[in-house]
Every structure is written in C-alpha cells, then in structure tokens.
C-alpha cells in the first residue's frame, strides 16, 4: 500500500494447517496404566501469521531510508521428531535385549543368523521400552521477529546500514520424561538434582516405565542482534560491502538430534530441574560475525 510517495506498507496473512493421514498405533495397555494415548498427533491445528513491513523514504530525496516490520513465521519441524511417535508407541518397533556385564548371551558367527533372545539369567528382549508422545495441542515451531533499519547515502555511491533484529518464540519445542516421579534430592558432592538413588536407577511413576518422552511447547527462546555495515556501488556491474553483526542468542533446548531420547539428553547442559524452561545460551548462537 502506497500510503504517501515516500511511504509503502506491506501486509500479510499466511495460515498452515499441517495434517497427517495416519496416526501412530493406540496402545490400550499404556493408555490404562497413564491415562494417555500413544495416537495422539499434532494434525489439524491452525497456525495464524500476520505480518507487517513498512519503508520509509524520510527526507524524500533517496538520502534517507527508515525499514523495518513485525510479524509471526511458522516453519515446519524436522518430520523426524515427530516420526518417533510413530515408531515408539510400545506396539512395534526394536526389542531391546538389555543384559548386564554378567548375564551377556554367548554370540558367535553361529548366533548371526539367529540372535539371542534371552540373557544368561532369563531376561528376555522387551518390545517397545520407549514411548514417544506429542503434546495433544502441539504446535510447529513459530517465531515472533521485529526488524528496524535505516539506511544512509553519504557519498554517491556510499550507503551505510545500521539494523536491530529481534526473535522471540512463541511456539518453541519441549522435551520432558513423564516417567520420572520427581526430583529425589541433589547430589552431596556437586549440588546436582538427582532422581533416583542411584546412577540408572531413577524413581519411577506408577507403571513400570523409565523413557516416556512428550515434545510439547513452550515460548521462551529469544535473540537479538544488531548489524551495522557499509556498501558501496561501482560503475554499473559490480559493488562491494562488508557487514559486522553481534548477536545473543536464547533458548531452552537447543535441538541437535533425531530421536526424542537425545534430545532430552543433549538439548542442553544442566545439573538442575529438567522441567526448568528458562532460556540459556543456545548452542547456535554466533556472537561475532563478519560477511563481506
């Protein structure tokens, strides 16, 4: 919209609605045991993005240039992390032959073509150890961003920029263990939460299950960044820039991984609650970076 001959705006209105056509197995024994239900799956759910730009021409004679805009932008996930839902809903998947340093089955190249299904003291393969969950409400990811800019001519050909960004999630993901009952105490030597009494061997809720993972949102990533640089046009066919851009970035888990196991395990670097969503130094932030 051309408001006056030196200001236009630019608006927009983008809606996904992801939908998927299968739904991971229902298994009706973890449902009766945790009142939750492996089929559940983020389809379906609307996302609204509105956004708005503006450019402003201040002085009116191309001396002056003021940008910048707001608005929401939704991205799909990796489909991986929500594929885990699909294949650990303890109907199907790997069995898990997990034995002690004392109990390990003989294995030979006579066992390749019929592994061992039973440990030296009777612990069989257990189909389905792992469950995956979604968040019935799940939402993909979604940021908020907010950009000012302003550019300056100061010769002919020489343009300086100065330019705030500004990030803040509004759906970000979550990873979390149902299965654990709580935080037990810390530990005496490092001040460590701890939740069981032992290493591996946590406190459980009723039900017999140590891994149920559920990927959920929450809001309280952030980063900003400010940019300042200069360019510089030369004859008809080339230019030149270069650009220095300081950035902090934040968030609660920084996603590096496939499955939701690692995720939990790896998001990020914490003796403390593992339901804590304070944001902490990403593991993508670059704090310094120069592009010419």
């Known amino acids: 919209w051309t408001v006056t001959p030196n200001l236009n705006l630019s608006m927009?209105?983008?809606?996904?609605?992801?939908?998927?056509?299968?739904?991971?197995?229902?298994?009706?024994?973890?449902?009766?045991a945790y009142d939750r239900s492996t089929s559940d799956i983020s389809s379906g759910n609307l996302q609204w993005s509105p956004r708005v730009g503006f450019n402003w021409d201040v002085t009116g004679d191309a001396v002056n240039q003021l940008r910048g805009g707001v608005g929401l932008f939704t991205?799909?996930?990796?489909?991986?992390?929500?594929?885990n839902a699909f294949q650990n809903s303890g109907m199907g998947g790997v069995a898990l032959l997990t034995c002690g340093s004392s109990s390990v089955p003989a294995f030979d190249n006579a066992a390749i073509a019929t592994p061992p299904t039973q440990c030296a003291?009777?612990?069989?393969?257990?189909?389905?150890?792992?469950?995956?969950?979604?968040?019935?409400?799940?939402?993909?990811?979604?940021?908020?961003?907010a950009t000012l800019g302003y550019d300056r001519r100061l010769l002919e050909n020489w343009i300086g920029t100065a330019e705030v960004l500004y990030t803040r999630g509004v759906n970000g993901l979550f990873y979390q263990?149902?299965?654990?009952?709580?935080?037990?105490?810390?530990?005496?030597?490092e001040g460590r939460v701890i939740y069981g009494t032992d290493e591996g061997d946590p406190v459980l809720k009723p039900g017999g299950r140590s891994q149920i993972f559920e990927v959920s949102n929450q809001s309280n990533d952030y980063a900003y960044?400010?940019?300042?640089?200069?360019?510089?046009?030369?004859?008809?066919?080339?230019?030149?820039?270069?650009?220095?851009?300081?950035t902090r970035a934040f968030d609660v888990q920084s996603f590096t991984s496939s499955t939701a196991f690692s995720q939990l395990r790896f998001g990020r670097a914490t003796g403390g609650d593992l339901l804590d969503k304070t944001a902490t130094r990403s593991s993508f932030e670059q704090r310094h970076r120069i592009v010419g």
């Not at 809606?15 to 449902?31: G, R």
């Open 121 to 145: 003291n009777g612990n069989t393969a257990a189909l389905g150890a792992q469950i995956d969950l979604m968040a019935p409400d799940l939402k993909y990811p979604q940021n908020m961003r």
């Open 177 to 189: 263990n149902l299965a654990l009952a709580g935080i037990q105490g810390t530990n005496a030597v």
């Open 225 to 246: 960044s400010l940019t300042g640089g200069i360019s510089r046009r030369y004859v008809n066919n080339y230019e030149g820039s270069i650009f220095y851009t300081y």
């Open 75 to 83: 991205g799909r996930p990796a489909y991986v992390w929500l594929s």
């Open 12 to 32: 927009g209105l983008r809606v996904d609605v992801p939908v998927f056509n299968d739904k991971p197995p229902e298994n009706t024994a973890f449902a009766t």
